[in-house]
């Protein structure tokens, strides 16, 4: 049972660094190039934001022996570290789906901000941090890491993190643009990434 447990905590961390580059471009693409979205349409929009991802997830796939070939050992404070970090995920992604639709989720208030009108949202688990879903997929990674000692996993860490501060400036200077001074009020309030606290 735990040898079970184990080989499916591995595949899961090398499934994550296969696919998850790809939506890291994905939301790259739809985020830098907003207003040119707006106006090509929402299927433009996602079909070429999609392009990207099965390609980086071939490559990487395809690139798995010499992916995972290298590894640390992680001490059993650092595993055990990593399974808080997955409990504090899952707690935050549930948080964050009971204060925002799916449509919102998937970038559609951004796209199509006319036929999609929204509030700006700052209650629930968005009065503790102003990006709980970027924060919840870093924790995921930093679980697979933490719980595997991939390098391959590590180096997506620290990707993910880079990717997320780029991602969200972009997506402030949009939520700047639409919500204007409540916005500013909101980010001056509220934290950027971590949450003032857990739960």
Same mark, same amino acid.
């Given at each position: 049972?735990?040898?079970?447990?184990?080989?499916?905590?591995?595949? &899961?961390?090398?499934?994550?660094? &296969?696919?998850?580059?790809?939506?890291?471009?994905?939301? $790259?693409?739809? #985020?830098?190039?907003?207003? #040119?979205?707006?106006?090509?349409?929402?299927?433009?929009?996602?079909?070429?934001? %999609?392009?990207?991802?099965?390609?980086?997830?071939?490559? +990487?796939?395809?690139?798995?022996?010499?992916?995972?070939?290298?590894?640390?050992?992680?001490?059993?404070?650092?595993?055990?570290?990593? =399974?808080?970090?997955?409990?504090?995920?899952?707690?935050?992604?549930?948080?964050?789906?009971?204060?925002?639709?799916?449509?919102? +989720?998937?970038?559609?208030?951004? &796209?199509?901000?006319?036929?999609?009108?929204?509030?700006?949202?700052?209650?629930?688990?968005?009065?503790?941090?102003?990006?709980?879903?970027? %924060?919840? #997929?870093?924790?995921? &990674? +930093?679980?697979?890491?933490?719980?595997?000692?991939?390098?391959?996993?590590?180096?997506?860490?620290?990707?993910?993190?880079?990717?997320?501060?780029?991602?969200?400036?972009?997506?402030?200077?949009? $939520?700047?643009?639409?919500?204007?001074?409540? %916005?500013?009020?909101?980010?001056?309030?509220?934290?950027? =990434?971590?949450?003032?606290?857990?739960?």
């Amino acid at each position: 049972m735990c040898t079970t447990f184990w080989a499916i905590n591995d595949a &899961i961390a090398r499934l994550v660094v &296969i696919f998850y580059p790809g939506l890291v471009l994905f939301w $790259l693409i739809i #985020h830098f190039r907003i207003e #040119h979205w707006r106006k090509a349409g929402k299927r433009r929009a996602y079909a070429t934001a %999609f392009l990207p991802w099965p390609v980086t997830a071939l490559v +990487l796939g395809f690139s798995q022996q010499e992916l995972f070939a290298y590894r640390w050992t992680m001490p059993i404070m650092i595993v055990a570290l990593g =399974f808080v970090a997955l409990a504090w995920s899952l707690v935050t992604g549930y948080q964050a789906s009971r204060e925002i639709p799916p449509r919102t +989720l998937i970038g559609l208030a951004e &796209i199509e901000p006319e036929r999609n009108r929204q509030p700006l949202v700052a209650a629930g688990i968005y009065s503790r941090t102003r990006n709980p879903v970027y %924060f919840a #997929h870093f924790l995921v &990674i +930093l679980f697979t890491a933490m719980t595997t000692g991939y390098v391959a996993s590590w180096v997506l860490v620290v990707v993910v993190l880079i990717g997320d501060a780029v991602m969200i400036r972009a997506e402030e200077r949009e $939520l700047k643009a639409r919500f204007g001074p409540s %916005f500013e009020e909101y980010m001056q309030r509220v934290r950027r =990434f971590v949450p003032r606290r857990p739960w």
